[in-house]
């Protein structure tokens, strides 16, 4: 798998959540599309967490995106 090195603080929940909305995808999808919980989808979405490098490469493929959309102002 090919490895991201992720910034704390860069990470924008507004660009993850403005795609899963496009979707149409629910927390509960995510959730079991990238193997975690919904509370932790929920905390990725509000900016009280950030995925760790392996599940925002998975998140880019469920969401369609290149990894780095997620860190787009």
Not at 15 to 41: D, N, P, S, W
């Amino acid at each position: 798998m090919r490895q991201f090195r992720i910034e704390k603080g860069k990470f924008n929940p507004k660009q993850f959540y403005a795609r899963r909305m496009e979707l149409g995808l629910t927390l509960e999808q995510i959730a079991a599309l990238v193997g975690r919980r919904k509370a932790t989808i929920h905390y990725w979405e509000l900016g009280k967490a950030t995925p760790r490098p392996a599940v925002l490469y998975l998140l880019s493929q469920v969401l369609q995106v290149k990894p780095g959309f997620f860190f787009q102002p």
